[in-house]
């Protein structure tokens, strides 16, 4: 039985770029859906030269560890490919083989091959791979489902949003509508596997072993961070503090870990999708970079498996992870502690609420003017009576 195929909002764009000599990479945090994509991709191509090739497996790690890259063509004809037209090569966590990327620069151009690339940190691809394919790839970044893509899952129809300035005020018809998988979504993330699991408890298990899978896979195989608790415990740290700013002596303090310790943690985290930071919104960029950035998870349903977060903070996690596909966000703050949660490409105001009311669509008024943004918006989740002037965060699709 063949499995389902949900489509994603990048998968045109991919399969356009089969069309292209460059290499393609796919990069996201594991169980995003990379291979599943990348499954798809090659069943829909109109050939049979083609290859899918773990390199998790050791078999397959030895293939292209042979150093006389030749014969790496060798090991691929042995596996049915033929040089006599376009190969198709696609090759699954590569982040496993620190030498591959001088591999497949040889073999892209000496070869007629189309290589399709995954991995899990995009500190690896975007580092190792800068200059030895310089020109000759293109980098495809897979995030959990946003909630128009959770909605397709679930197959639930919906109308793509183009803009959020195209949402006026909150829509009782669609609230009603879509409440019931909105909370879902807010509670237990966009995890493809976690979205089609059958229950609650199966949600919370696939979540759980993505994190030890991060933590005891990932981490361990690119990076020198032998202990694993020390990871968790400053992961279930961050957990506890979205939407907060991030004060690394606080958490050097906290830990007992160096500064420059935590600044490396948040690095990594950040390179291999765990967590996003967001700047400070001002006019002067030398403020930008002395002022805290602010902490989101990549996943809104990770933080609830790290730590015990309250309600608003996993609302607004959310909002984020809905907001974050190719916009620029970052937030504003006064001395006085008032802030706007977000300000999308430099030019909307965005106050997440979970029961918005009046008096914070005045706030938001007056903190919109200070920051010199024009339009502005109240993001709800709940419906407050006699009170319309805001848009449902389930809207923004």
Do not use: C
């Not at 949003?161 to 966009?190: C, P, Q």
């Not at 990076?223 to 279930?236: E, M, P, T, Y």
């Amino acid at each position: 039985m063949n499995k389902v195929f949900y489509p994603r909002k990048i998968y045109p764009e991919l399969k356009e770029h089969l069309e292209s000599d460059d290499v393609m990479i796919i990069t996201g945090m594991r169980r995003t859906g990379k291979t599943t994509l990348v499954e798809h991709i090659l069943s829909e191509i109109n050939s049979s030269n083609k290859i899918f090739l773990d390199l998790e497996k050791i078999s397959n790690q030895e293939i292209f560890g042979d150093k006389n890259y030749d014969n790496v063509i060798i090991s691929l004809e042995q596996q049915g490919l033929s040089q006599k037209e376009r190969m198709y090569v696609a090759l699954d966590e590569i982040q496993t083989m620190p030498n591959i990327p001088s591999v497949i620069k040889y073999l892209h151009d000496h070869y007629n091959i189309k290589f399709i690339l995954t991995g899990s940190s995009s500190y690896y691809l975007k580092n190792l791979f800068t200059e030895s394919l310089s020109g000759r790839k293109k980098l495809f970044e897979l995030h959990p489902l946003d909630f128009g893509e959770f909605l397709t899952f679930k197959n639930v129809s919906y109308k793509r949003l183009d803009s959020i300035d195209s949402v006026e005020t909150f829509n009782m018809h669609e609230y009603e509508r879509l409440k019931a998988y909105y909370e879902e979504y807010i509670e237990y993330g966009g995890f493809p596997k976690v979205v089609l699991a059958p229950s609650v408890k199966d949600k919370k298990d696939i979540l759980d072993d993505i994190i030890s899978s991060y933590i005891n896979v990932d981490i361990k195989s690119i990076a020198d961070f032998k202990d694993a608790s020390a990871v968790l415990n400053i992961a279930k740290m961050l957990a506890a503090r979205i939407g907060g700013k991030l004060d690394y002596s606080k958490l050097s303090r906290l830990t007992g870990l160096t500064r420059p310790t935590i600044v490396n943690y948040m690095y990594l985290f950040e390179r291999t999708y765990l967590i996003s930071l967001i700047p400070v919104h001002t006019k002067n960029p030398d403020r930008e970079i002395v002022k805290a950035q602010k902490i989101y998870f990549s996943d809104s349903g990770l933080p609830g498996i790290l730590a015990g977060i309250d309600s608003g903070s996993k609302f607004e996690n959310t909002i984020f992870n809905q907001l974050r596909h190719k916009r620029e966000l970052k937030y504003y703050s006064l001395k006085t502690g008032n802030e706007i949660d977000f300000i999308v490409d430099k030019k909307l105001a965005l106050e997440v609420k979970e029961t918005p009311t009046e008096f914070d669509i005045k706030n938001l008024a007056y903190l919109a003017d200070k920051a010199g943004v024009v339009s502005y918006k109240l993001v709800g989740r709940h419906h407050t009576p006699n009170f319309s002037n805001y848009i449902w965060g389930g809207s923004i699709l």
